[in-house]
């Protein structure tokens, strides 16, 4: 019984062993290496979102040409008095007019047309620098998201590492007596389960590195990222760095072109409510007569009932809006500043902690255990408990590593400054 649950232990050894293998050399081939503000100018030029953005801009320009122009003159031909009765037979006593009219716009529909068409482009343009800065954020974290994956297969191997030194080890110590084949059944299912893990990160690093290919807009390139910085964590940024020039973050200032825009909604309607004046002038045939004559109008509506008053209205309530959705906004982004501030002191202390003290302590208990154990002095189960130790350490570290860079991250997102170079 005993042989055949070291023979399964063994099978799955080797299919574990196989299989990651085959991930790593699927890693291997084709990755390349990339630094962070290769990654950012690569998603700048290549991202489709962006160029998205981009034509329509180019729309609304080409939509600020079309505000600007007149309307077109109008040309006009009437027929009368023909084809009636006694004296209007036929064409006897016909009239025929041929004339052209003009609508002139009156109280500034024009400029303000174009005004707003100008305010639309810019609230475009705000727009498409919010959805960089978002690109940015997102190439970022992706990046240092696939680094702390790439940095914890490393930390795997290393412990799978350890795990063969320890199998080889007490395979030796069960052939000479000293040691239960139990020993080395422990050992074994200690191994497969790091070769399982180790199998788990591979896949997610590809998962990770699709991610970051396709917001740079590249196909079928799987990266490697390139980062001096993350294992020497720098000081986080104080607050009044962060904080200073509120008015100035991008949040706040889309809304300020949002209150301009709205703004010049309001003059274009204003000026809707003044009448257009329609001159026309032509010249008019009379048969009877055999004789031609001038003829000239002038027209203009009356505005009694409908002087776009609604249309008025509505803009002035969606004008004094505005200022409710920056103040909400202001307290929100002041808010997630906050969280995300503490959340980064958090994680650089806790970093901080777990590189000078924490992980020492954890490899020179797991140094200390694994001679005792060896030398017969401790049992497998302690020396379990200190891998596992330190590896959790270690793991952690990284972890709270992705947190102090996610939470820079945020901020940058939040703030529009660069934290990370």
Known sequence: MRFTSVLILLLFTAIYSVSAQQAKD??????????????IETALKNNPNLA?????????????????????????????????????????GSEFTLYASQL???????????????????????????RKIELISNVKETFFNLYRIL????LQKKFIKLNE??????????KAGKTSPAEESKVKVALINSRIELDRLQRE???????LSSLLGTTAKRYEPVFDFYENIFSPPDREDVIAGLEEIPLIKIIETEKVLRAARLELEKSQAVPDLTVSG????????????????????????NRNQGNIQSAEVLLRQVDEIKKASKLLVISKINSSLNNLL???????????????????????????YLQGRFAFIDLLDAQRTLFDAEAQYWLELADYYKSLIELENLTGKTFIK
């Open 282 to 305: 032509g010249v008019r045939y009379l048969r009877e007569l055999n004789t031609h004559s001038f003829v000239a109008g002038i027209s203009i509506p009356l505005p009694f009932f």
């Open 26 to 39: 699927s890693l291997e081939v084709g990755r390349q290496k990339i630094k962070l503000n290769e990654a």
């Open 346 to 372: 958090s994680a650089f202390n806790n970093s901080t902690r777990l590189k000078n003290e924490i992980i020492p302590q954890s490899e020179k208990a797991y140094e200390i255990t694994r001679q005792g």
């Open 165 to 174: 030194d320890i199998m080889s080890t007490i395979v030796k110590q069960v």
């Open 104 to 130: 002139f716009e009156l109280g500034g529909k024009r400029s303000s047309r174009i005004a707003l068409a100008e305010n639309e482009v810019n609230a475009a343009k705000g727009e498409f620098e919010l």
């Open 52 to 92: 998205v953005y981009e034509y329509e801009i180019k729309s609304l320009d080409k939509q600020k040409i079309q505000a600007g122009l007149i309307p077109n003159p109008e040309a006009n031909f009437e027929a009368e008095n023909f084809l009636g009765g006694k004296e209007l037979s036929g064409f006897k």
């Open 205 to 211: 690093s590809l998962s990770a590195s699709s991610t």
């Open 151 to 154: 940095k914890q297969i490393e």
